[in-house]
Nanobody
Framework: VQLVESGGGLVQPGGSLRLSCAAS????????MSWHRQAPGKERELVAG????????NYASYVKGRFTISRDNAKNTVYLQMNSLKPEDTAVYYC???????????????WGQGTQVTVSS
């Protein structure tokens, strides 16, 4: 199994980024996918999850209305569009796969390397 996150970077407050996670080694289209993040000194937390078919999503309260999770099953890729970024969104962002059941927060596989998002002026 491989989970390869990309798309992070340095962005000013109010800016946007689009993260991607390319998955391989398991049946992507049968799995719910999720994004998680870990800030320095804090535990990893769920950001958003999406059902296997993409028709149902779940968001943490602190990103609802600003972030959008989506997926392309033909490309085995899940995305996280992040708008109106805040300094408190600074973290390493990771994706994972899990059971196709709400809240789509499962983490079946070892974590990838993640992608760093830094929101700062």
């Amino acid at each position: 199994v491989q989970l390869v996150e990309s798309g992070g970077g340095l962005v000013q407050p109010g800016g946007s980024l689009r993260l991607s996670c390319a998955a391989s080694g398991f049946t992507f289209s049968n799995s719910a996918m999720s994004w998680h993040r870990q800030a320095p000194g804090k535990e990893r937390e769920l950001v958003a999850g999406i059902s296997s078919g993409g028709g149902s999503t779940n968001y943490a309260s602190y990103v609802k209305g600003r972030f959008t999770i989506s997926r392309d099953n033909a490309k085995n890729t899940v995305y996280l569009q992040m708008n109106s970024l805040k300094p408190e969104d600074t973290a390493v962002y990771y994706c994972n796969a899990g059971r196709n059941k709400f809240p789509y927060s499962g983490t079946y596989y070892p974590w990838g390397q993640g992608t760093q998002v830094t929101v700062s002026s």
